[in-house]
């Protein structure tokens, strides 16, 4: 299970730990209730240490409906967890997977 938290003033979700399969509704809730304002929201997955390729694919998804522009998804270049968004991001917009 992985901890969400979120810090209003730099309008930061941070998730961290290890996101399992239930985890997935917790942080797409959490995107789309804090991203809605209109201000640019960062979700910082710098210290996810693991996750399914569905969370992965969902939280791609869920920042796509609020606009590339108002949400920023942070992680660690080169992790398996980056790879996955990539990987994510690639087949949600029609590009062929690496």
Request: net charge positive.
């Amino acid at each position: 299970m992985c901890r969400i938290d979120y810090e209003a003033r730099q309008r930061r979700l941070r998730v961290a730990g290890r996101c399992l399969a239930g985890d997935i509704k917790s942080v797409t809730d959490a995107i789309e209730a804090f991203g809605r304002d209109g201000s640019t929201l960062i979700v910082d997955l710098t210290a996810l240490t693991a996750c399914p390729a569905e969370f992965a694919q969902a939280v791609v998804e869920s920042a796509g409906k609020l606009s590339p522009r108002r949400v920023n998804l942070l992680r660690k270049h080169g992790t398996e967890v980056d790879r996955m968004l990539t990987d994510a991001s690639d087949s949600s917009q029609g590009a062929p997977s690496h």
